[in-house]
């Protein structure tokens, strides 16, 4: 049987959240999410919370930059599913078009165009009609938006 954990306090607290916000980029959705799990008293979370955006640990923008390249550069996914994770994590919708207008265009097409390209290579069907729906869904679910991916798939069958 596992002993329940005790609380910490503020001090405890916030010396760890800086080095988790030292470690890795965190917003204030994943500390809160920590400060619940180490059984700090819900009253001290906006506390601690204030005095790391205080000392610059916590910047929701700079988090929103780096997420969005992250997952655009490393994971290849799509606006759509990147808007979506970054809403959940509460982040605000100005950061996210600012992280968004800050990425290159030619280098998000340049992705999709390469996913889009080795998803076709997987497909074993002749037909161009079940061809399309299956990459379509594909980028659907890496969160690319339709109008793109029919604009680089139409370019990437012309060019065939």
């Known amino acids: 049987m ?8 503020i001090k405890e607290a916030i010396s760890k959240a800086q080095y988790l916000c030292a470690e890795k980029e965190k917003c204030v959705s994943d500390i809160r999410t920590k400060l619940y799990d180490w059984k700090l ?3 001290d979370h906006d506390a601690v919370i204030k005095q790391l955006v205080e000392e610059k640990f916590i910047d ?3 988090y929103a930059l ?5 997952k655009i550069i490393h994971n290849k996914w799509g606006r759509i599913k990147i808007a979506y994770a970054l809403k959940q994590k509460k982040i605000n919708n100005e950061f996210i078009k600012n992280a968004f207008d800050n990425f290159s265009e030619i280098e998000y097409e ?6 889009l390209l080795k998803k076709m290579k997987t497909i074993k ?3 161009e009609y079940t061809i399309k729906s299956k990459i379509l869904r594909f980028a659907a679910s890496r969160g690319f938006e339709n ?7 139409s370019e990437i069958i012309k060019n065939k």
Do not use: A, M, W
């Open 2 to 9: 596992s002993k329940p954990k005790k609380t910490i306090s």
């Open 41 to 43: 008293p819900d009253t």
């Open 60 to 62: 929701e923008e700079r």
């Open 66 to 70: 780096y997420y969005t390249k992250d």
């Open 110 to 115: 340049d992705i999709l165009k390469n996913e």
């Open 125 to 127: 069907d002749k037909d």
């Open 147 to 153: 109008g793109k991916v029919f604009d680089i798939l």
